[in-house]
């Protein structure tokens, strides 16, 4: 009883610092800034560059992971975002879309919602630079005009989701309880003043450090709020059914940057940290002498027990 009224009073106090904080977490919506015209544009609205200059290390490790060539991928996203456009919107009669320039935002959102949350800060002319970005880059491959490639290619990645995206945009979730990111104010477990010329603060961003937050692009399945529901990762359905639903307790953040030490080197089975605490594996082999028939005589026979139980938050391959 004693505890039960101490965790409401804690409640209390924790609900009370929150309003009556000066920085708060976020603060009332604020008008959409206007329109990024180009790739360019966007990108600069969002580039991480300026960020490195006072937080090196967790830039080169941000660097390191998919997040920071979003688009790009393996490089395999950006191949698979035309066939999405060719074998589907244009031949789906309703889509709008026969040609890339009736390419808009809403129509790459199947895509963009998780891997360019930003681009609904930009023109459809931007949708299309993207499209004709990726097909221009093909070609030079094709033609082997590799400064050309190398070239669409940096452009392709720099369209990611960089710091600004995770530590702004969709830094927070819960939007009428902890109000909406501000466009000057970096959000992650600090408040105050921050040194940065344009995010000149610091407010606390509740769920960053908890997997919900990361569930907001890892996907629970279709996504239905769409008029053509895609599905590409669904991991966080996983993670929540199947994983916490058994009694698992531990967070996106603690396997795959604390425990793992990688921080903002986000990784998966491409890195050996991961790897080693993906399964454990039991091996159990026998052999026995098996006498078949008399024609083949004495016969060994190998016997492989072979036990894996995955250790991962959910379950494996995902996408
Ligand atoms: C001029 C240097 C400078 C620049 C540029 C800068 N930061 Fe910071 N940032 C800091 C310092 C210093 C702190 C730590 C303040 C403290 O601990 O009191 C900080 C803190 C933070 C925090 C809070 C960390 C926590 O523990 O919660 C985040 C998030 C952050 N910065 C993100 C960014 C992003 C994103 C950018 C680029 C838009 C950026 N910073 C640019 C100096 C800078
Ligand atoms: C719900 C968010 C979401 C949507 C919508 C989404 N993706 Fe993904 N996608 C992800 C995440 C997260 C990953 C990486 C992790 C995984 O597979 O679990 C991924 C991985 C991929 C990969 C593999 C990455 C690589 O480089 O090997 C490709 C390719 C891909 N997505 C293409 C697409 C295309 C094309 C669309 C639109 C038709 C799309 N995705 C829609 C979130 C999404
Ligand atoms: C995919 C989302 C994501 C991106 C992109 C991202 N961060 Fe973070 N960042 C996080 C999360 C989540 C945490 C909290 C980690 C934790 O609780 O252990 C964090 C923590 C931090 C912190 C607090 C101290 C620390 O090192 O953990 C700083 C500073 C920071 N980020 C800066 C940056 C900067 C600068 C960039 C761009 C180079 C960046 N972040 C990109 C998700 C992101
Ligand atoms: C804004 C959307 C977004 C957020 C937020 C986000 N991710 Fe991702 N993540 C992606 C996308 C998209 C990809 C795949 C990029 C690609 O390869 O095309 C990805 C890739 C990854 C990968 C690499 C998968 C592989 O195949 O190697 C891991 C691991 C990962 N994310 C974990 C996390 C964790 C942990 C968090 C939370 C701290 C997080 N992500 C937050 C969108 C997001
Ligand atoms: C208990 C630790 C643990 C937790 C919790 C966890 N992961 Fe993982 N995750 C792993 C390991 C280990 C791997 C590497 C598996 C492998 O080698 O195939 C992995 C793989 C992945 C992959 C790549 C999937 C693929 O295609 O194989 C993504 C994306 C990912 N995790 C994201 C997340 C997100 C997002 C969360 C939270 C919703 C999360 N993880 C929670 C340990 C964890």
Same mark, same amino acid.
């Given at each position: ?137 093909? *070609? !030079? @491959? +094709? /033609?082997?005009?590799?400064? =050309? ?117 986000? *990784? !998966? @089975? +491409? /890195?050996?940290?991961?790897? =080693? ?43």
């Amino acid at each position: 009883m004693k505890k039960a009224l101490t965790i409401v009073l804690a409640c209390a106090a924790a609900a009370a610092l929150v309003s009556f904080n000066a920085y708060g977490a976020g603060g009332p919506k604020t008008e959409p800034r206007p329109k990024a015209k180009t790739i360019k544009e966007l990108v600069e609205r969002y580039d991480s560059s300026k960020c490195a200059e006072c937080h090196e290390d967790v830039h080169d490790q941000w660097a390191g992971s998919l997040h920071a060539k979003s688009i790009l991928g393996t490089p395999r996203t950006a191949p698979t975002i035309l066939t999405a456009i060719d074998k589907g919107l244009k031949l789906f009669p309703y889509s709008g879309v026969k040609e890339d320039s009736d390419i808009t935002v809403e129509s790459l959102r199947m895509c963009m919602k998780c891997h360019l949350p930003q681009l609904d800060e930009a023109t459809d002319d931007v949708a299309r630079e993207i499209v004709a970005t990726i097909r221009n880059w093909q *070609q !030079a @491959y +094709r /033609d082997s005009d590799h400064d =050309k490639a190398e070239k669409l290619e940096a452009t392709i990645a720099s369209l990611n989701i960089s710091c600004k995206v995770c530590h702004n945009k969709v830094a927070i979730i819960h939007k009428y309880a902890d109000g909406y990111p501000q466009p000057d104010t970096v959000y992650g477990s600090k408040e105050g003043d921050h040194e940065d010329a344009v995010y000149t603060k610091m407010a606390e961003a509740p769920a960053l450090g908890e997997s919900i937050f990361c569930g907001q692009c890892h996907g629970q399945g279709p996504n239905f709020e769409l008029d053509h529901p895609s599905q590409c990762a669904t991991l966080y359905g996983s993670y929540l059914f199947a994983y916490t639903a058994h009694g698992g307790s531990e967070s996106c953040q603690d396997c795959h940057m604390r425990k793992s030490e990688l921080g903002h080197n986000i *990784q !998966a @089975y +491409r /890195d050996e940290t991961m790897i =080693k605490m993906a399964v454990d594996v039991k091996v159990e082999e026998r052999s026995l002498f098996w006498r078949k028939n008399k024609e083949d005589g004495v016969l060994p026979i190998g016997v492989v027990d072979v036990e894996i139980h995955n250790k991962a938050g959910h379950g494996i391959p995902d996408g």
